[in-house]
């Protein structure tokens, strides 16, 4: 698999904040997982919201993904640009018929739906483009975000999406995938049968708890995303340790006001304000110095307590940090670094900030 | 003033989520403060790390302002290439001296330390340039952050900073400005007298207190960026009304699950996770419906709950959104619509991601 080129720089010579990727670690990832959904008879639709990479979407699409997962248009027009043809928007798309519709004119879209009007923007966008559109339809699995949360909606729902010129239902889909799901698919399944429409797959997603999404029973495509960096988070959740973190945020400490008090060149600007949940305290994980916590950010600025450090980091030094969520700093940097067989090169965020 | 061109739109063709800017608040918000310093004596040196913007740097300084202060030398960068020749970095630069000096090489530069190390950067870029670059010492008034904590350090280093060929001593600066900053340049003035050095001036920052400086009595320039839009954490400290938050995030309801629980196209990607503290709860206030909470958000996810509110948003709707803290929300953005006169054109958000 080729790399993007960019301009290649040495650690030390790295401008920080700069996020730097291990393209070892990434590949091991994604190995990972495309092995397990092998093993089990599960379709992977990575989610690309992670990394918003060409280059990363296609190492996905080289190991054996069945196309991609994006949330937003603005992603997927990226995407498709790229050459990859085989696209779900796992998001409700109200009002923009006609974005959706170029893309249906050249690539195989599939979107989900949990409304009437998300149901009518893809039904103008597939009459519009002539080409069929593949319409899941989301329910909710206990995160109470979209997805409708009774059976009979999506009954309804999936009667209409049946009836309605160009658009195929082609099954349905939730986040993440956990019990709930396999109640309302299994409720789903009696109500459908009854009705005579064919489920023709369930898709689940979330990385936390992937590798065990087989034991559902019920699931037929695994979309996930954070998978292919890992982050603090993901430690927290049991689904990775810190040597499958791929993602780092480097930094310098600038300041060294206090002897326990350690300020560095990242904040809320490079890093986020997510917190990390059970993956530890603070905003990220220091790799040299586990024992400090980065427990206040600014813009620019991460104060670091080492209070609890019997090292202590100087000024002018570099540091590896884990983020919290790796999702969200992806789209605050316009390239990584990435590091491979000991060169590190610049790749670009191709969808970065792409919300819409 | 002259706005840079881009596309018009209507604010039902615009694309969500958008950020919004209303330029007539922009301009009254950039007044008072302007006509504040005035009468107070106190020059004016807006932060540009809240709008990023070319253009709107040079509203501000075309009302009066006394040049501009930049966090990273990549904002400064781009503010000199637009021809601003007045740069304060108010942030320790450790290692990064060719860039400087290639800064001072063509604007007047100010940069801000609080070690050797930052000193060491300074005196090699100005060297390098053959330019002069003042220097301000940083002190800590109590947000231990960046900034010395001891009169005596402040005054070893403005002595270097006065041996040390090409740089000047500029002053003190500090974040914020408050009783503490009072009691350390008291305590500063009485050493550096005995010590026969002259404080050219101080040098305080922060929107929220902005208002009362003067009152301090020892603050001579005003760094403040969050005023030119205001936000959530600026009514909640008390600066600022809801009338004189000129910049919304435009999002659209997309899912209506449940009675009351909508989900809108913004979430931590457009808003930030930043929390607004005093301004209240939840991730942004929506204007229309004052009694919703957006209690939630994932990435492009926003949950809202409709509880409280009797009047609740159909999906399809647009919301205007405050948000919590605006300047990472900017920097979310490559840009901004700003509304004028009736019309709303695209204006590009320059300097954002330039967090090195």
Redesign the interface.
């Known amino acids: 698999m080729s790399a993007p080129k960019g301009t290649n720089v040495t650690f030390e010579d790295l ?4 996020p730097l990727v291990d393209l070892a670690i990434v590949d091991a990832n994604l190995k990972r997982m495309q092995d397990y959904c092998d093993s089990h008879g599960i379709r992977l639709r990575p989610h690309i ?1 992670t990394h918003k990479s060409i280059a990363m979407a296609k190492r996905q699409l080289a190991l054996g993904a069945h196309g991609i997962t994006c ?2 248009l603005g992603e997927a027009e990226v995407m498709a640009d790229a050459g990859i043809d085989d696209i779900l928007i796992s ?6 018929a006609k974005r959706l519709a170029a893309l249906a004119a050249r690539v195989k879209m599939t979107v989900a739906i ?2 009437e ?2 149901l009518t923007t893809a039904a103008e966008a597939a009459a519009s483009a002539g080409h069929t559109i593949g319409v899941l339809v989301e329910f ?1 699995s206990g995160a ?6 009774r059976v009979e909606d999506a009954l309804a729902l999936a009667r209409k999406i049946a009836e309605t010129p160009h658009l195929t239902f082609a099954g349905l889909m939730t986040y993440p995938a956990n019990e709930n799901t396999v109640a309302f698919v299994n409720a789903a399944r009696a109500a459908f049968d009854d009705a005579g429409i064919a489920i023709p797959m369930v898709s689940g997603g979330g990385t936390p708890d992937a590798f065990s999404v087989h034991e559902l029973g019920v699931i037929d495509e695994l979309r996930v995303g954070t998978y292919i960096y890992n982050d603090r988070m993901m430690i927290g959740a049991g689904h990775a340790s810190l040597a499958d973190c791929a993602f780092d945020v480097i930094a ?7 002897e326990n ?1 350690a ?1 560095i ?2 904040g ?3 890093l ?4 990390a949940g059970k993956g530890g305290p603070g905003h990220g994980l220091i790799r040299a110095y586990p024992d400090t916590v980065i427990d ?1 950010l ?4 991460g ?1 670091v307590d080492l209070t609890h450090s019997t090292a202590k980091p100087e ?2 030094e570099k540091l590896r940090i884990v983020p919290n969520h790796v ?2 700093v992806t ?4 390239a990584i670094w990435v590091e491979a067989d000991g060169e590190i090169s610049e790749w670009p965020v191709d969808a ?2 792409l ?2």
Do not use: F, W
């Not at 401008?15 to 700069?18: C, D």
């Not at 986020?272 to 917190?275: E, K, L, M, N, R």
């Not at 600014?298 to 600025?301: A, D, K, P, Q, T």
């Open positions: 401008e920080t904040p700069a919201k949330q937003k998001y409700p798309l109200v009002g923009k949990d409304s009007q998300a909710d109470k975000r979209t997805g409708v949360v310098t400490v600038v300041s060294r006001p206090e008090r300020i060149d990242a809320s600007k490079s986020t304000s997510d917190p206040r600014s813009e620019e600025h104060m000024i002018g999702c969200p789209n605050l940097h316009d970065r900030g919300t819409r």
